[in-house]
């Protein structure tokens, strides 16, 4: 009798609890399938999986999305694999310079840093400026003395150094002509190896959305570029009114076309779905001018779309079923 | 015979003539109109009148709404008066770190620049930031150096300082206890002060829309803040498909609001009117959580609006008919 009365109690909380899901993504851009070997490829989805239990467990067990997104993300910074944290890509001047952001869909509170060389977590260090500063926002040597003030230890900036980092700069850095000028300089550079960026996306039990984004940016970027990823409305926004959004692509456009709150804006006062929403933003907003790109999208129900218009993106999910879904290309990988 | 013709197609043209219009705002907060001094109200109104005609002068001319917004506010910038190049507040190490940023309506593209230290001009470099290199954003040193390569002279750091922002940042470092930790110290710090970002909205005879904002941020700030004015979709917006603007206020809230980006939002998707845009983010969604400032909005019919949520906010425009209006407190100043 005793065992009836917990099993059911047991199976009524399973039915009552409020579902949680979760999306990350690592990148999108040109890759070729047969560039990645049948090794890579499964290191690659091992490494989400990963991340993606890590923010999933969060959720089952109650724990908040800002922290189940920040975890997450913070699995694939510290893994080679994907640019940012370790393995983030080079500047002109053969450093890191790392940007990060995320945001709380419940309060619409913020945390943002841009070009910080000696934080080993960039999206950790965003996360402390939206608890524990005034600030949403904080850049470069600044932004490393905030870290300081908190106590957060200094890593050396080539500890985020890898070997295939160091040779795509090379590469690149190859077919730039030194003696140029700036502008043309700029105009000629290849095309953006930006490859890599990485996101999540959140539903807590408790209804609340959030989004988190952390990059090393573009191969051989000067001047303190600053693209999209710590630029809260571009790379990340979360609002529980509509939806949470984590972009990656070529940061620019991304800027440009607000492109994380444009999808948020037309799920809130167009009533679209977030499917219609991303799809616009992305094939009829950029596409047409060349903004090249992918974004993951979760809403307050749980329904997730994860969208790109680049042959194809590094991505995952687990569903409010629980089921887990992973794709590097168009169609989805089994796993 | 002859001269009739000559009048008739005089009368004509200006008939034809589409419309250009011009709004300019040098910051919004809590100042009291009794200490604001004859003389000192009088230098406002005049510097604000000059910069007015400086970009409305162009536009009559049939020059582009960028180039308006851009030379307007360079002349606020230059005028000791605004917070804004020369006479911008302080850092907490008695520095200058100034932001900027622009956005063309026609196609988007924008240019922004943030803890710029030694240029004159931080429009005039966002200007150029969007002309001359494939990026939207870049920032410190980094931004220097780029002003250096296309041959941006520079300035001292000293050329912006003025005696009332160092006695304001004396005053505000005075009030912040030197020996509490990191964290008290952001929480006890006095309101900002920030009266004085200026930013400027324009619309062209070819009917195009353009938005610039330039500011030196927040007195006593520190650890690399930047606020909203150089970024796109929060500080300032324009889409000629909805509007174009410039905001100004407490910059935390404006980034977490995607303050301009939301107005053009609900203009394009809400069919909302310039009006009642502004009023709805100012109002419902700043106002309640204590985010405060204005905003300065105009559309391509050439309406302008220029509503704040805080006592006062410097303000004029030059509109479709020609008719200069000026501004500080809740009511229009007689010119």
């Excluded at 991340?51 to 510290?78: K, M």
């Amino acid at each position: 009798m005793f065992a009836l009365v917990l099993l059911s109690a047991s199976a009524f909380a399973t039915q009552q609890a409020a579902p949680v899901a979760i999306a990350i993504h690592g990148g999108a851009g040109t890759l070729k399938a047969a560039d990645l070997t049948d090794d890579l490829k499964a290191a690659y989805l091992s490494k989400m999986t990963d991340a993606l239990r890590t923010g999933h467990d969060i959720l089952r067990s109650g724990g908040a999305s800002v922290d189940a997104v920040v975890a997450t993300v913070e699995v694939l910074e510290q893994s080679p694999l994907f640019n940012a944290g370790i393995g983030a890509v080079m500047t002109f001047e053969g450093k890191h310079e790392l940007d990060a952001s995320l945001m709380s869909g419940a309060d619409l509170q913020a945390g943002a840093v841009s070009g910080v060389t000696t934080v080993g977590s960039p999206i950790r260090l965003a996360h402390t400026v939206m608890l524990q500063s005034p600030h949403v926002m904080l850049a470069g040597p600044g932004a490393e003395g905030f870290a300081r003030s908190i106590g957060m230890p200094a890593v050396d900036n080539t500890s985020f150094t890898t070997p295939r980092r160091a040779e795509q700069l090379q590469r690149v850095k190859e077919r730039i002509n030194a003696r140029i000028s700036a502008r043309t300089d700029l105009e000629q550079r290849v095309p953006p190896h930006k490859w890599g960026t990485v996101g999540a996306v959140a539903l807590d039990r408790d209804g609340n959305l959030a989004a988190a984004t952390s990059t090393g940016g573009m191969t051989a970027k000067r001047w303190g570029r600053v693209g999209d990823s710590p630029i809260i409305g571009a790379g990340t926004f979360a609002d529980n009114r509509s939806c949470a959004v984590s972009a990656t692509g070529h940061g620019e456009y991304f800027i440009r076309f607000n492109v994380a709150a444009d999808i948020c804006a037309r799920v809130r006062y167009r009533q679209a779905t977030i499917g219609e929403a991303a799809q616009q933003v992305l094939f009829d907003e950029l596409l047409p001018v060349g903004g090249t790109g992918g974004v993951i999208v979760i809403n307050p129900r749980g329904d997730i779309v994860m969208p790109f218009n680049t042959p194809g993106m590094y991505r995952g999910a687990i569903d409010t079923d629980g089921n887990l879904q992973l794709g590097i290309f168009k169609q989805s990988e089994e796993q």
